[in-house]
């Protein structure tokens, strides 16, 4: 098992056991992993810049930004999500597999999936595609700043205002059907998804990604934008 660093402890202070999940790395086949050993007293990221230098791949804050992906399998099949912190392997179960991963290219993967989904047809369809992938995208942003950072910087707020927009129709249709109970003995009656709408999804990443400066200005010049162009 690799661990990527240790360094001393100071006196007294209690010692947790290591995180260990299984990481493939770039270039490795599907099936490839190695298992890792990520220290709880050390920030995962700079844990994932010394091994990415041990191994010889690429890693900054910008273009080389490297992520942990967890695969959609391991967490339920809710879709692959970014594990930014240390903290985010708690809700886990046992040792996972993980991808490295470009951060640049799973941000642009995830939000092509919300836009993928926002042309199926109306109706039930759409909210599955839309509630599937907004929810890794709120899983990703609510575990990693630097996801959530680069979600703005790739104008997902943008992408997550049209989802917004797209679901609703839909969720008053929901609304609808949990109006009709079985107590007005329908012969069959209709099949309501559980968990949040995907409206409430969308909100929900929104409010993640307005809580950074980057966010609110996003918006504000968004606003200017549209106030100049209907003056």
């Known amino acids: ?4 660093g240790n360094t001393p402890w100071d006196m007294g202070q209690a010692r947790r056991a290591p995180i260990e999940v299984l990481v493939r790395f770039p270039g ?13 007293h050390r920030p995962l990221e700079e844990q994932l810049e010394g091994l990415c230098s041990i191994r010889g791949v690429p890693f900054n804050q910008d273009e080389h930004h490297q992520v942990l992906l967890c695969r ?9 999500i970014v594990l930014g912190s240390l903290r985010s392997f708690h809700a886990l179960p046992g040792r996972v597999s993980c991808d490295l991963r470009p951060g640049i290219e799973v941000v642009n993967s995830q939000l092509q999936k919300i836009e993928a989904a926002g042309q199926e047809p109306a109706g039930a369809q759409r909210n599955a595609a839309l509630r599937s992938a907004l929810g890794v995208v709120l899983r990703s942003a609510r575990g990693s700043s630097w996801f959530s950072e680069e979600v703005i910087a790739q104008d997902g707020i943008q992408v997550l205002f049209d989802a917004l927009v797209l679901s609703t129709p839909d969720d008053e249709m929901y609304q609808e059907q949990l109006a009709m109970s079985p ?17 409430e999804l969308a909100a929900s990443c929104l409010g993640e990604l ?20 209907n003056a």
């Open 1 to 4: 098992t690799f661990c990527p």
């Open 28 to 40: 490795q086949k599907e099936a490839s992993t190695q298992p890792v050993s990520f220290e709880t």
């Open 72 to 80: 959609g399998s391991e967490v339920g099949n809710i879709g692959s």
């Open 183 to 199: 107590r007005e003995n329908v012969s069959d009656p209709i099949e309501v998804p559980e968990g949040p709408s995907p409206s």
């Open 210 to 229: 307005l809580q950074y400066e980057n966010g609110v200005a996003w918006c504000e010049q968004c606003a200017e934008q549209a106030f100049f162009g």
